[in-house]
C-alpha cells in the first residue's frame, strides 16, 4: 500500500537525491569517458565515492571515543571454536532405512 499515492512530492525528492537525471549524467560521463571498466582502471569511480566521506579523527577509534564494529570493538576471537554438526553415517542410514 502506498499511503502517499506515487506524490509528485516524492517522486521529485527521488529524481533529485539519487534517481532521474543525476543518474542520467553520470551514465553519461561514464560513457564519454570509455565506460564502466575503463573508470574503474583511471580511478574515476573510487574518486567519485571519495568526496562524500568523511575521515574519522583516527584518536576517536583508537582510544575507543568512536567505535567501529570489528576494527576496534566487538571483534570475533579468531581462535574460537565454530560449533559445527558432526552426523554419524551409520545412524543416518538407519534414519533413512526407517523413512
Excluded: W
Excluded at 14 to 32: F, K, P, W
Excluded at 82 to 88: C, G
Amino acid at each position: 500500500m502506498d499511503p502517499l499515492a506515487g506524490s509528485y512530492f516524492i517522486e521529485a525528492l527521488t529524481d533529485e537525491n539519487g534517481g532521474g537525471q543525476a543518474v542520467g549524467v553520470h551514465r553519461g560521463r561514464c560513457a564519454r569517458l570509455g565506460g564502466v571498466m575503463e573508470c574503474i582502471r583511471n580511478g574515476f569511480f573510487p574518486a567519485r565515492d571519495r568526496r562524500g566521506v568523511v575521515p574519522l579523527p583516527r584518536q576517536e577509534v583508537e582510544s575507543g571515543d568512536r567505535i567501529i564494529v570489528g576494527v576496534n570493538d566487538y571483534q570475533i576471537d579468531e581462535a574460537a571454536p565454530i560449533p559445527t554438526l558432526y552426523v554419524d553415517p551409520a545412524k543416518e542410514r538407519i534414519h533413512l532405512e526407517r523413512l
